[in-house]
């Protein structure tokens, strides 16, 4: 067994769109309409076979509460590793990301939160040097 899908809930698909891939620097690997919606699926460019990311609607009722209940208590809805936090916290930064926690070492992982601007909390991480 392993992990294909994982999903992320956003407020506007082509604005998380633009985010993923613009900023982030993820790659489109699906993107097919689907009614009022569609079904938009991104991968890093370090793994483009690996686990792919639905840009999924928040449009259940039950999304949106628990989406704002994550983000007022500063929880972070998933997190994505990278290889030095500190590196790109500041590239992220120089492109007007804002982050909800600076990079802090947590042990044996140094990690920093971002704000996705769809209604999440990002934990990006690293091993601690």
Same mark, same amino acid.
């Given at each position: 067994?392993?992990?294909?899908?994982?999903?992320?809930? #956003?407020?506007?698909?082509?604005? =998380? @769109?633009?985010?993923?891939?613009?900023?982030?620097?993820?790659? %489109?690997?699906? &993107? *097919?309409?689907?009614?009022?919606?569609?079904?938009i699926?991104?991968?890093?460019?370090?793994?483009?076979?690996?686990?792919?990311?639905?840009?999924?609607?928040?449009?259940?009722?039950a #999304?949106?509460?628990?989406?704002? =209940? @994550?983000?007022?208590?500063?929880?972070?809805?998933?997190?994505? %590793?990278?290889? &030095? *936090?500190?590196?790109?916290?500041?590239?992220?930064?120089?492109?007007?990301?804002?982050?909800?926690?600076?990079p802090?070492?947590?042990?044996?992982?140094?990690?920093?939160?971002?704000?996705?601007?769809?209604?999440?909390?990002?934990?990006?991480?690293?091993?601690?040097?």
């Amino acid at each position: 067994m392993r992990i294909r899908y994982t999903s992320v809930m #956003v407020d506007d698909q082509e604005k =998380a @769109l633009r985010f993923y891939t613009d900023v982030l620097g993820f790659l %489109v690997k699906h &993107d *097919v309409p689907m009614g009022d919606a569609r079904w938009i699926t991104v991968v890093s460019p370090e793994n483009p076979a690996g686990t792919e990311l639905v840009l999924e609607p928040d449009a259940h009722p039950a #999304v949106r509460p628990f989406k704002d =209940a @994550l983000v007022a208590d500063g929880i972070p809805f998933t997190a994505f %590793v990278v290889v &030095d *936090v500190r590196a790109e916290y500041e590239r992220l930064r120089g492109l007007g990301v804002t982050f909800t926690q600076e990079p802090t070492d947590m042990g044996p992982v140094t990690t920093a939160v971002l704000d996705d601007t769809c209604g999440n909390l990002i934990q990006i991480q690293s091993a601690t040097r």
